[in-house]
């Protein structure tokens, strides 16, 4: 009899079933990707949250994995737990409370948001905050829904343009941490710049790089597809980081070495090759470091001579998250082309081995529902 009546509804018992299923499984478990080690990432069930007064539950559309998604030393510490932190959905249930926002509606949520009213906040530096660093989503990224805390609700939501696609809105959060640390970098217009690292940060900044009128841009890597991908998104030239780096630089770039050296890997002989490659005056932008308890030897009395400054960025602040917005749906930036894999659920531990091997991968997206 069941048969029968499925033969006859047709598609709309098929639309039926999904909608009651959609249901269902909101009102009682999801899937999620449980992060164990980088080759120890499983698919798991567990409740969906459950939102109180002022918060939100967002169905997640698309997911990007992060570079330091994969850095196991420093992930490791709090496993198990569900990661994922560049997301894109849509909104599936608001609490008491929420005015601004509506079921339905197309959304990024950062995970970290400052509390806008420290002295560090106040002096520009929100990501030095300490709320910042104790906020997230409930449980992360790489979950096919979660909930978002009344903080976040506050300050971390942001409405996606209707020219932006989800998976687009999954580069909001790492092109806003580019765009602050190119502007902690003072990169301007006719300098020239070394990009150390070719995977998807330094991609990120070479096209960025571009847009803002730099003269020349270098880039290096270990990596043939990448120092290919580089060339492909705006630079100039590249170099095998395995070859003499400051010599090559110094070829490439009318004899001088970089005004601007921006690291966007932790590996050792990348930040070695960044001291030996910045010219007088210049900056060296610590865009990625080492684990924890490497201790790097700086030539402090050349760079004290020669003003050479060193400075490091981390995260994104709102008005980061904002212009990267606008900068997305703009096309200012070619994020779209970035993408080289969109995997389901079932896939993110492929996800996870292609971003760690770093190898013919760039940027790596999940998509809970796929």
């Not at 080690?37 to 007064?53: H, L, S």
């Not at 918060?55 to 559309?61: F, R, S, T, Y």
């Not at 806008?116 to 104790?134: D, I, P, V």
């Not at 110094?250 to 004899?255: A, C, M, S, T, Y």
């Amino acid at each position: 009899m069941l048969n029968l009546f499925q033969h006859l509804a047709g598609d709309n018992y098929q639309t039926l079933n999904r909608v009651q299923g959609d249901r269902l499984k909101k009102e009682c478990s999801m899937r999620v990707a449980m992060y164990y080690r980088n080759n120890d990432v499983r698919v798991e069930e567990m409740p969906v949250p459950k939102i109180g007064k002022g918060e939100m539950l967002v169905k997640v559309m698309a997911s990007g994995i992060c570079g330091s998604d994969v850095m196991e030393w420093y992930r490791i510490k709090k496993a198990p737990r569900v990661l994922g932190h560049e997301i894109a959905g849509e909104i599936a249930e608001t609490g008491e409370g929420v005015k601004n926002y509506k079921v339905g509606d197309r959304v990024f949520v950062s995970h970290h948001v400052p509390c806008n009213t420290c002295r560090y906040c106040l002096s520009g530096y929100h990501t030095a905050c300490e709320t910042l660093h104790k906020t997230n989503y409930d449980p992360g990224g790489f979950a096919e829904y979660l909930r978002v805390p009344e903080i976040n609700v506050k300050s971390g939501v942001y409405i996606l343009p209707e020219n932006m696609t989800y998976e687009e809105g999954t580069f909001i959060e790492p092109l806003a941490c580019i765009l602050r640390g190119q502007r902690v970098a003072n990169l301007k217009a006719g300098q020239s710049v070394l990009v150390i690292g070719s995977g998807i940060s330094g991609l990120l900044h070479i096209n960025l790089a571009k847009d803002a009128g730099v003269e020349r841009i270098i880039a290096t890597d270990v990596n043939e597809y990448r120092l290919n991908a580089a060339l492909r998104f705006g630079a100039d030239s590249v170099i095998n980081a395995k070859e003499n780096v400051p010599e090559h630089v110094r070829k490439l770039n009318d004899g001088r070495l970089a005004d601007c050296v921006i690291v966007c890997t932790g590996a050792m002989p990348a930040i070695e090759q960044a001291l030996q490659s910045v010219d007088k005056g210049g900056t060296i932008l610590f865009f990625a470091v080492p684990e924890t308890g490497i201790n790097v030897s700086v030539p402090i009395n050349d760079f004290w001579r020669n003003e050479i400054k060193m400075v490091t960025s981390y995260g994104a602040a709102p008005s980061d998250l904002a212009l990267a917005i606008e900068f997305i749906a703009a096309r200012r930036v070619n994020v779209k082309d970035m993408i080289t894999h969109r995997l389901g659920m079932s896939e993110a531990q492929l996800g996870f081995k292609l971003v760690a091997e770093a190898k013919e991968s760039i940027k790596v997206i999940i998509e809970p529902w796929r």
